[in-house]
């Protein structure tokens, strides 16, 4: 309590406005039950909570958040990212967020700049990053058997599309990329259900290029230009 309450008195904050405004955001952080403990007796998450109601009691517009939920377990960090989005949409805050999470960027970011070499090289949204850098469609299959893994590759580049590229087969599980523009995906659900009667795949899946991949992309294409 004291940590947020010294914050809102550096804002010049009066002292009844100050305290009103730490018990509301101690209530949206869930952090009423340890109001006044002390910060050194709690856990990672918990200081990050702290940290971030001291950043948002002023009533900030603009509130700049660097690695938010670094070193959190899962289930703590997603609790911070309901509180941060709940600020930015129903507050009407803009937040300006670094991360090296890029999971987190693309749950909680609406436009995403990539910085390589203390440049900025690129600016847009998740999907507009995704469509300009992404390699396409990423299919991922479970086979019954490892040994399946050769006919699985043939019925990929021959039903599906030639230019298709294994990029992973770690025991069972094999993961292609299928370029956007030599694939429909109506065709690849239509023909993966077939394959799949067929008992050479256990379990299959589409998703879109992942902002991971975004960025190596960017970093390399960074690097060629440097060369």
């Known amino acids: 309590r004291q940590a947020i309450e010294f914050s809102a008195a550096l804002c010049k904050i009066s002292r009844p406005e100050r305290r009103r405004r730490t018990s509301k955001l101690l209530e949206q952080m869930m952090m009423t039950d340890w109001a006044d403990s002390r910060i050194g007796t709690y856990s990672k998450g918990m200081q990050q909570r702290i940290g971030l109601a001291a950043a948002l009691v002023n009533d900030p517009e603009l509130v700049l958040l660097d690695e938010p939920t670094t070193g959190l377990d899962p289930d703590t960090r997603r609790s911070i990212w309901d509180i941060i989005h ?9 937040m300006i967020i670094t991360s090296h999470n890029l999971e987190e960027v693309d749950v909680l970011c609406s436009r ?9 090289q690129c600016v847009g949204t998740p999907q507009h990053l995704k469509d300009r850098f992404g390699g396409g469609f990423r299919l991922g299959i479970t086979l019954h058997e490892k040994s ?28 292609y990329n299928l370029p956007r523009e030599h694939v ?17 795949v256990q379990f299959w899946e589409v998703s879109q290029t992942s902002l991971e991949e975004v960025f190596i992309r960017v970093v390399e294409n960074d690097e060629t230009q440097d060369d």
């Open 184 to 200: 429909s995906l109506a065709d690849v659900f239509a023909r993966m259900e077939d394959v799949h009667h067929n008992h050479l």
């Open 148 to 175: 399946h893994a050769a006919r699985v590759d043939a019925f990929v580049k021959e039903s599906l599309t030639a230019r298709a590229t294994r990029t992973s087969l770690i025991n069972t599980s094999v993961m």
């Open 112 to 120: 995403i700049g990539i910085m390589t070499h203390g440049r900025l």
């Open 86 to 94: 709940a600020e930015r949409v129903n507050a009407g805050r803009s």
